[in-house]
């Protein structure tokens, strides 16, 4: 009979399983929290439906309403929501408990990044669904979908990026006032409020932000444009904020 090989084998979780394992459980926590549900789900929905259902009256065209407020959603789930997480995980211990597993920093941002797209599916999901059922109808051209498909992903991944820059270096309460303010800074400068409603002076500086070119990228596929230029800015700022947050991320205070 063989003897038992009873040596210690300890080893980390292959990659994509680590990444994919700290996302669902960031994803649960999310979830539970009903401060992030009210940015992420219920604001939205309630703008959507108030737009719909007074939007002759308050000049508002519904088409591109609608997809300005699919943007502002994704915002707060990509930048918001993170921000403030992250910013008190570090306040009260939990990333530097972090340190201590397998989990290494390209990890971390890995599976927030992750659960940040999984947060974007069900949350598009059901503001879209929303939107036709009070009688959304966008007219979307094949090559301004090919653009979307780009852009949205990569917008994600700025925001990420941000979110934890800020988070990251921050502590806890600033962040919090930070990431709220932002939060409406970026509704007013191109996600709620087009880039046309501002004077022709300020649209060139505005047009390089990354919420205004989300939501002038779902805006136009939404009335049927074709807008290739929101691309190029979103994937200079997901690269450099990509780049920023892997460089400044601190896991403790």
Do not use: C
């Amino acid at each position: 009979m063989s003897a038992l090989d009873l040596r210690p084998a300890a080893a980390p979780a292959p990659w994509a399983r680590r990444v994919l394992r700290h996302a669902l459980m960031e994803t649960r926590l999310v979830i539970r929290n009903s401060e992030q549900l009210l940015l992420a789900v219920v604001i939205p929905l309630g703008l959507i439906v108030a737009g719909v259902l007074a939007g002759d009256r308050l000049g508002l065209a519904r088409e591109p309403f609608v997809a300005s407020v699919i943007a502002l959603g994704l915002w707060s789930s990509g930048f918001t929501s993170p921000a403030i997480t992250t910013a008190f995980e570090r306040r009260y211990g939990v990333l530097e408990r972090l340190v201590a597993t397998p989990l290494r920093r390209s990890d971390l941002l890995a599976g927030k990044a992750t659960m940040i797209a999984l947060l974007a599916v069900g949350q598009a999901t059901v503001l879209v669904v929303a939107g036709l059922l009070l009688g959304w109808t966008p007219t979307a051209v094949a090559a301004q979908v090919v653009v979307a498909v780009a852009v949205v992903p990569l917008a994600l991944v700025t925001f990420a990026g941000l979110a934890l820059t800020l988070a990251g270096r921050a502590s806890a309460e600033v962040t919090l006032g930070l990431a709220n303010l932002i939060y409406l800074v970026g509704a007013a400068g191109g996600l709620l409020v087009p880039v046309a409603s501002f004077p022709s002076w300020a649209q060139p500086m505005l047009r390089l932000l990354p919420t205004a070119a989300l939501g002038e990228t779902l805006r136009a596929l939404a009335t049927g444009l074709f807008d290739p230029v929101p691309l190029l800015v979103v994937l200079g700022w997901a690269i450099a904020s990509v780049a920023l947050a892997r460089k400044v991320f601190r896991w403790i205070s």
